[in-house]
């Protein structure tokens, strides 16, 4: 089992969890980005710029048991067609019961600003979804469902605190 991050939009926070996460269970960590980004890791793979240059070389890399951070909805459907279980940096796994659902989403939003309409833009990342991230990492690596479970209650304690 490794880790691959799609590092192109990825949260350095992420990283950084997914970093200390690796070297904590011995596992190996591999980013992959495109040359305009400048990524820290001792497995990094620079892709250049061609659309879906990334995803292919993650969708090449990724093997049964895999566990693979990205944001596109897309990769996630083919990584989780191989086996691979998938979370988003929000620290949501994507599951095969709703990435269906979360595909047509995506189609008609598509639609929408393609035919001159707005939709909304993600919100402001807090320390809550560092959190959640780091929990929902445990949790697919099959680390510490109790860390996992504290990690949601002290979340849930926070957003009554704001």
Not at 69 to 88: E, F, P
Request: proline share 4%.
């Amino acid at each position: 089992m490794k880790i691959i991050i799609d590092a192109d939009a990825t949260p350095r926070s992420v990283l950084e969890i997914c970093k200390s996460m690796a070297v904590k269970h011995g596992l190996t960590l591999i980013t992959v980005a495109s040359f305009n980004h400048n990524i820290k890791s001792d497995h990094h793979i620079t892709v250049g710029c061609d659309p879906q240059e990334a995803d292919i070389r993650i969708a090449n890399l990724t093997v049964v048991g895999d566990v693979v951070v990205t944001q596109d909805w897309g990769l996630a459907a083919l990584l989780l067609g191989r086996g691979a279980r998938v979370i988003s940096p929000a620290g949501r796994p994507y599951k095969p019961e709703n990435i269906e659902f979360m595909l047509e989403e995506r189609n008609i939003k598509a639609k929408i600003r393609k035919a001159g309409g707005r939709t909304r833009g993600p919100v402001k990342r807090t320390s809550g979804d560092d959190r959640r991230f780091s929990a929902c990492l445990r949790q697919v690596l099959g680390y510490g469902r109790a860390a996992a479970e504290e990690d949601k209650k002290r979340e849930e304690d926070d957003s009554t605190q704001e």
